[in-house]
């Protein structure tokens, strides 16, 4: 993916073909490559070659250039590429030779860890270091990553196999016994991405897909399956909390017709209102949104700047009811 961020030395940004004399700086030094897995460049065009080949948009990996935010040279690069069967970002990077032993990696992983979690849940980090490399070693304990067992790695070309270590970090993850509890707690820590305001029984996020343009969901403070379950003060509240909700979509999103479902869920059976703004021909059927079935299609998962600016219109529109101002 492109990630676009600053730290307090860095400019972090995509690698583009232009950067290929700059690379060739770290991907042609035997010495930086002396642990990499990818063969040594021997020119730039070789790496430019490379550079074209790459596919920024894929969602399971982060791989961007650091530049030096004093002298805006690009310095190296690195990221972290999502396995599935670890369910673990693992971390990678090069820097110039020139550029050794001023922390910038450790910097730079730091803050690309944070980045992510706000878009995708990041349960662990892993790092795979040759065992004689005392460098990235010392990279792996900054990043508070520790011991988890041996393993190898082979050079792409076969030309060495490297007696290895992987270390590993975890991040507290919630409890998991309820998914609505789950995000309710992201967004009180402070790094819901989706979140928009807090009412009175309720929050306000922005849906994960939004092959329905303003799909919007109000998560019931109270862990409860029915309405009946709630005092009658609170679910009248929280039935109002529902219509401002609802209407806020409305006046945000500018739809034909708007569905209100309240439902519970697979795991976690716990009250949460789904608005769907609605136009004309959207579902191949008249009926209900759930006939569409690539609704969770990555395509409709919201960027970070798409999802800015949804809980931007939504966020003033709640703003606006709530002052009597619409
Ligand atoms: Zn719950």
Redesign the pocket.
């Known amino acids: 993916m492109k990630a676009y961020f600053t730290t307090e030395r860095l400019v972090v940004r995509p690698l583009v073909p232009d950067d290929a004399a700059a690379a060739f700086r770290w991907c042609g030094d035997p010495e930086v490559n002396t642990y990499m897995f990818y063969p040594l460049y021997t020119s730039v065009e070789d790496v430019r070659a490379w550079l074209e080949s790459r596919n920024l948009d894929e969602p399971d990996n982060y791989d961007e250039g650091i530049v030096l935010k004093s002298t805006g040279e690009l310095i190296g690069s690195g990221g972290m590429r999502y396995h599935p069967e670890r369910n673990a970002w693992e971390i990678g990077y090069n820097i110039r030779r020139d550029q050794w032993g001023h922390g910038y990696v450790v910097e730079y992983l730091t803050a690309l860890v944070e980045y992510i979690r706000k878009f995708r849940p990041v349960e662990a980090i892993d790092g795979i270091f040759a065992a004689e490399n005392h460098k990235s070693r010392r990279v792996m304990e900054k990043m508070e990553m520790a011991y988890v067992r041996d393993t190898v790695f082979d050079k792409l070309d076969g030309s060495k196999t490297f007696p290895a270590k992987l270390y590993r970090r975890n991040f507290p993850q919630p409890s998991g016994e309820?998914l609505?509890?789950d995000r309710i707690e992201w967004i009180r820590n402070g790094g819901n991405p989706y979140f928009v305001r807090e009412l009175e029984t309720g929050y306000v996020v922005i849906g994960d897909s939004q092959r329905f343009e303003g799909y919007t969901l109000l998560l019931c403070r109270e862990?409860a399956t029915e309405l009946s379950q709630l005092t009658p003060d609170f679910r009248d509240a929280f039935l109002r909390d529902m219509a401002l909700t609802a209407e806020a979509v409305q006046l945000a999103f500018h739809p034909d017709k708007l569905n209100y479902e309240l439902l519970g869920t697979g795991k976690?059976r716990?009250m949460h209102w789904h608005i769907f703004p609605r136009r004309n021909g959207d579902t191949p059927m008249p009926g209900p949104v759930w006939q569409v079935q690539d609704m969770q299609d990555v395509q409709y998962r919201p960027g970070p700047e798409k999802l800015s600016e949804l809980r931007e219109a939504l966020g003033q529109a709640i703003d606006r009811l709530r002052k009597g101002e619409a």
């Open positions: 309820c609505i509890c862990h976690g716990h």
